[in-house]
């Protein structure tokens, strides 16, 4: 299973920006999805998260700014980001909770990670 993110860039303070990931391989399912982020010097933040059946949570500091979303058919994880800040600025990371088949044909369930988007909020 691999995650490709995508969608970050360079935006000015107050601007917009919609990141994507998409899981894909030998998935049976996808439980919850999330999206994390770092920035340099500091330790990796939960954003935001998005259960199966579309229930949601964001950290206070994103609240009212970024909404996450999913679409299940397509293995898709969505976060809009509004109102961008500097202080966004950041490594965006996606996370899903895959369910699937390994090569011995076991079933797994695991997390796993895509390979990050820069975001940059210039002042």
């Known amino acids: 299973v691999q995650l490709q993110a995508y969608g970050g860039g360079l935006v000015q303070a107050g601007g917009s920006l919609r990141l994507s990931c998409v899981a894909s391989?030998?998935?049976?399912?996808?439980?919850?999805m999330a999206w994390y982020r770092q920035a340099p010097g500091k330790q990796r933040e939960l954003v935001a998260t998005?259960?199966?059946?579309?229930?949601?949570n964001s950290a206070d500091s994103v609240k009212g700014r970024f909404t996450i979303s999913r679409d299940n058919a397509k293995n898709t994880v969505y976060l809009q980001m509004n109102s961008l800040k500097p202080e966004d600025t950041a490594v965006y990371l996606c996370?899903?909770?895959?369910?699937?088949?390994?090569?011995?044909?076991?079933?797994?369930?695991?997390?796993?990670w895509g390979q990050g988007t820069q975001v940059t909020v210039s002042s």
């Open positions: 996370k899903m909770e895959v369910v699937g088949r390994d090569s011995g044909s076991r079933v797994y369930n695991r997390d796993f």
């Open positions: 391989g030998s998935i049976f399912s996808i439980n919850g």
């Open positions: 998005i259960a199966r059946g579309g229930s949601t």
